[in-house]
C-alpha cells in the first residue's frame, strides 16, 4: 500500500472504513474486513491519492473537477460511498463529520491549480 501522510492518509482510511461496511455486507467477512476486490480498489485508491494533483489540499474525491479515476473504479467507489455514506455517522461518527466539512473545501478548478504551479516554478531559483 502506498505510504500516505497528512489528510490523504487520512481520507483514504475513510474510504477504507466505508469500504469495509459495503464489503461485509456484499461480500460477507474476510481478514482484514475486507475481500480481494475491495482490497484492490483500496490499493488503486491509495496509489491515486498519492499522485493527486490538489496534494494536501485536494477537494473531496467525489467533488473533483479532475477526476482522476478510472471509470470501473469510479463506479466501484461510488457505489461504496451510496451505500456506506449513510451508515458512517452510526459506525464511525467522528470520521463522517470530518468528511462532511471537507466536502466543504473549496473547489479549485484545474485551470487555476496549473496557474499556481506555474508560478511557483517561476518563483522558484
Ligand atoms: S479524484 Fe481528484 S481529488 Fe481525488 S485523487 Fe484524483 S485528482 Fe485527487
Ligand atoms: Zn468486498
Given amino acids: 500500500m502506498e505510504q500516505l501522510t497528512g489528510r490523504l492518509r487520512s481520507e ?16 460477507g467477512q474476510h481478514p482484514g474486513g475486507l475481500c480481494g476486490e475491495c482490497a484492490a ?33 469510479r463506479e466501484l467507489v461510488r ?6 455514506g449513510p451508515r458512517m455517522p452510526l459506525r464511525h461518527p467522528w470520521r463522517a463529520l470530518t468528511h462532511v466539512f471537507d466536502k466543504l473545501r473549496r473547489v ?3 485551470r487555476e491549480l496549473r496557474r499556481a504551479r506555474n ?3 517561476q518563483i522558484k531559483p
Fill in 108 to 110: 479549485v478548478h484545474p
Fill in 12 to 27: 483514504h482510511k475513510t474510504l477504507v472504513c466505508m469500504t469495509k461496511i459495503y464489503c461485509e455486507d456484499h461480500h
Fill in 119 to 121: 508560478r511557483d516554478r
Fill in 79 to 84: 457505489e461504496v460511498m451510496r451505500y456506506a
Fill in 41 to 73: 480498489l483500496m490499493e488503486y485508491s491509495a496509489k491515486r491519492l498519492a499522485k493527486c494533483p490538489y496534494g494536501e489540499d485536494k477537494p473531496t474525491c467525489a467533488n473533483c473537477p479532475i477526476h482522476c479515476y478510472k471509470q470501473q473504479q
